[in-house]
């Protein structure tokens, strides 16, 4: 089976653009949930959403956004990008809501800001 | 915020040699995982425990859970090159708080 499925692998942005990642999660999975992971550090949660409604919000600004489609793909949308955006966008997956489960991550979107 | 601090930031073996990684966190938990992640790639589920147990294996890696002393620690015995990875820990806080909180890792090299 498919695993999580994240595009585009790697993305090059500048100050003040918009940007949409987008994730296809594992076949069944009805929960996506987005992390940013900047260099050095580990993930840091932005959104989940389950069965297409957000369930979970971490300590992100409202220049991240975020849907969930009827298929359970999910896309993030961040505005207005600034440097300090530069990260890698990770993308989990699970058949549930709760976290009391392993979550399957895809491999992330690379996005650089300039 | 991050709630999980690994101990320690890097660690290098030589292959053969037993690896340890620690975890604190701050806030009660309904569970704790632990997570691989290989340069530039996704994290892969290693081990989930619950709160209500105190240790778990599977394969080479042994967990333990002290939910009095809010912390756990991630054994890798038998080390190989190929564990060479950052290894994460996250902490489940539930309770309505639906979200993962991961520490900032330990950098483990496996010298072959």
């Known amino acids: 089976d498919a695993g999580v499925t994240q595009s585009p692998t790697h993305l090059i942005k500048t100050r003040g653009q918009h940007v949409t990642l987008r994730c296809s999660p594992i076949?069944?999975?009805?929960?996506v949930s987005w992390y940013q992971q900047v260099l050095g550090q580990g993930p840091q949660f932005i959104f989940q959403?389950?069965?297409?409604?957000?369930?979970g919000r971490g300590n992100f600004p409202d220049r991240f956004s975020a849907r969930q489609f009827p298929n359970y793909s999910s896309e993030l949308n961040v505005n207005a990008l600034l440097l300090g955006d530069s990260a890698l966008y990770l993308c989990?997956?699970?058949?549930?809501?709760?976290?009391?489960?392993?979550?399957?991550f895809g491999d992330g979107t690379r996005l650089s800001i300039l | 915020s991050q709630q999980g601090e690994e101990d320690p930031q890097a660690l290098s073996i030589q292959e053969g040699e037993n690896a340890t990684m620690n975890c604190s966190y701050k806030t009660s938990i309904n569970n704790l995982q632990w997570y691989r992640q290989n340069s530039g790639r996704g994290l892969v589920h290693l081990i989930l425990?619950?709160?209500?147990?105190r240790e778990k294996h599977s394969g080479r890696l042994r967990v333990t859970l002290d939910t009095s002393k809010k912390s756990s620690s991630l054994l890798i015995t038998a080390s190989r090159a190929a564990d060479t990875a950052s290894y994460f820990c996250a902490t489940d806080a539930g309770g309505g708080s639906e979200k993962l909180v991961f520490g900032k890792g330990t950098k483990l090299t496996v010298n072959p």
């Open positions: 076949s069944g999975h009805k929960s």
């Open positions: 425990i619950r709160s209500n147990e």
């Open positions: 959403y389950y069965e297409k409604e957000e369930r």
């Open positions: 989990a997956s699970s058949p549930m809501v709760r976290f009391n489960q392993p979550q399957h």
